[in-house]
Nanobody
Framework: QVQLVESGGGLVQAGGSLRLSCAAS????????MAWFRQAPGKDREFVAV????????YYADSVKGRFTISRDNAKNTVYLQMNSLKPEDTAVYYC??????????????????WGQGTQVTVSS
């Protein structure tokens, strides 16, 4: 059974940084593409970043490009999202998602069938 557990969320002032982690278990992590999505109250879940199963492809939403960095550590079965220069509009619940042999063009929530429970990120102005 695939399990994804996010951590690292919290309250931060605008301009600050946070690093989210997503620890995976119950899967062969190195064979899974990993992505981050977020959902603000009253809004649809939106794509943030993705890293392909082999780490060779990375893609970001325009809204976070240049501020967020996705990375993975296959030895630790963990994917990270380093978030810098945070803005109030980044406030949301952040979810990680996994897909077998996922590639960097997969940016739709419908393309993923494994999800974590989410971690809240709140950016104050």
């Amino acid at each position: 059974q695939v399990q994804l557990v996010e951590s690292g969320g919290g309250l931060v002032q605008a301009g600050g940084s946070l690093r989210l982690s997503c620890a995976a278990s119950g899967l062969t992590f190195s064979r899974y593409g990993m992505a981050w999505f977020r959902q603000a109250p009253g809004k649809d879940r939106e794509f943030v970043a993705v890293i392909s199963w082999n780490g060779g492809g990375i893609y970001y939403a325009d809204s976070v490009k240049g501020r967020f960095t996705i990375s993975r550590d296959n030895a630790k079965n963990t994917v990270y999202l380093q978030m810098n220069s945070l803005k109030p509009e980044d406030t949301a619940v952040y979810y990680c998602a996994a897909r077998p042999f996922g590639i960097a063009t997969m940016s739709s929530p419908q393309q993923y069938n494994n999800w974590g429970q989410g971690t809240q990120v709140t950016v104050s102005s």
